[in-house]
């Protein structure tokens, strides 16, 4: 049942898309002239928390950082500005679900963790948007010093077409941040993918967004974090540095991939990739070295096979790709598909295969499911994932 529209300033609120922390998100339109309209989400400030001067604040600095950002993997913020006391950021629509749903719906699907080569390609289109956000200048080619602190995947959208879009730099900070704004956010954040140094509260540089992004891999190819529990316990965790090696959980994982891992989630910053664009370059010759060609059209079949039941509920028509079902039940066991036929230097598909149904998961489902976790591993036993 579609709800009716609400007047906002210039838009007109359609929907409620999730509540969080201080903020809520609505999928609207904003209305132009001649009837032209624009489909957005129209983040704003709870009610209970518009008075507070400091989310006030700190919703502005979102703001004066993210309407700088023009790139394809950051959710572009077109406006910002304020109706009948309350503020508001206008940012782009992206047609996916944030990558945290992803991971649970792979999970209730039996795939114990997502396969390697669409988290690596994941984490790699992450990179990139980092990769800008750390090397913006302003006006005059000053360096912004853009950290986004908050890297996690509720924090990344996948689109439905395979796009792969970081947003919320709600408490990223930049040159010009105030003293007192500096101590206000130094431990704000989801602390399971906190570095180090965030952890203990100190000053963090670009290496904690390359961190957060390993912590980020490590979920995607492993099923869990490397720290989990209470808060107490999980920064303990993390200052300690010690976790499950990644292929301890994840035999099917290869070594060259948890090098990768381990050296993003170094427990020094010196010890990690120097630039966003360096682990992404790992990546991108971790695909190239195994053969596997990996696109934003490809995780887009892997993403109307996990949302299977929410694209046909919204009318449209699926067309999955046969390989994408042929390897469910590979990835259900935990195992690494063989590298895919090609012909002519392009990946075949499979473009008129059906739309999984109902009977199709069934007898997927028939597939036992992946291994258990296994028990933490000492540092001093893991691989140093020094480059």
């Not at 300033?9 to 809520?24: N, T």
């Not at 035999?251 to 948890?258: A, H, M, Q």
Request: overall charge neutral; aromatic content about 8%.
């Amino acid at each position: 049942m579609q709800e009716t529209p609400v007047p906002f300033g210039r838009y007109q609120l359609l929907e409620r898309l999730a509540v969080g922390g201080m903020a809520e998100l609505y999928r609207a339109r904003k209305v132009a002239a001649a009837g032209v309209t624009k489909a957005v989400v129209v983040k704003k400030i709870l009610p209970a928390f518009a008075g507070q001067r400091d989310f006030v604040r700190m919703f502005i600095n979102e703001a004066r950082i993210a309407v700088t950002l023009s790139h394809g993997n950051i959710a572009q913020v077109f406006d910002f500005g304020e109706v009948d006391g309350e503020y508001y950021l206008a940012m782009e629509y992206v047609r996916g679900q944030p990558l945290s749903k992803v991971i649970r719906r792979a999970h209730a699907l039996g795939l114990p963790w997502l396969p390697e080569e669409y988290a690596v390609f994941i984490a790699q289109e992450m990179s990139k948007g980092l990769q800008y956000a750390h090397t913006r200048t302003d006006e005059l080619h000053h360096p912004l010093n853009i950290i986004h602190r908050d890297v996690s995947p509720q924090n990344v959208i996948i689109g439905y077409e395979g796009e792969v879009k970081l947003v919320d730099f709600g408490i990223a900070r930049a040159r010009g941040a105030t003293d007192s704004e500096l101590r206000e956010g130094a431990v704000k954040g989801k602390y399971p993918y906190f570095s180090p140094e965030q952890a203990r509260g100190d000053d963090v540089d670009l290496r904690t967004d390359i961190y957060a992004t390993g912590v980020v891999l490590y979920q995607m190819c492993c099923g869990r974090l490397p720290h989990e529990g209470k808060m107490v316990q999980t920064m303990q965790s993390i200052l300690r540095g010690d976790f499950p090696a990644p292929r301890t959980l994840n035999p099917g994982l290869s070594e060259e991939l948890e090098r990768i891992v381990l050296t993003a989630m170094a427990p020094t910053a010196d010890g990690r990739y120097a630039s966003a664009e360096a682990f992404g370059h790992a990546l991108g010759e971790h695909l190239h070295h195994g053969g596997v060609r990996v696109s934003s059209r490809s995780l887009g079949e892997l993403m109307a096979f996990l949302f299977e039941p929410e694209l046909l509920a919204a009318g449209v028509q699926l067309r999955q790709a046969r390989r994408v079902l042929e390897q469910v039940p590979t990835w259900r066991r935990g195992g690494r598909p063989p590298a895919p036929d090609t012909d002519a230097g392009h990946t075949l598909s499979a473009p008129t295969a059906p739309a999984v149904n109902a009977a199709t998961l069934q007898a997927l489902s028939q597939a036992p499911a992946g291994p258990g976790a296994a028990t933490p591993v000492p540092r001093s036993k893991r691989r140093s994932g020094a480059s």
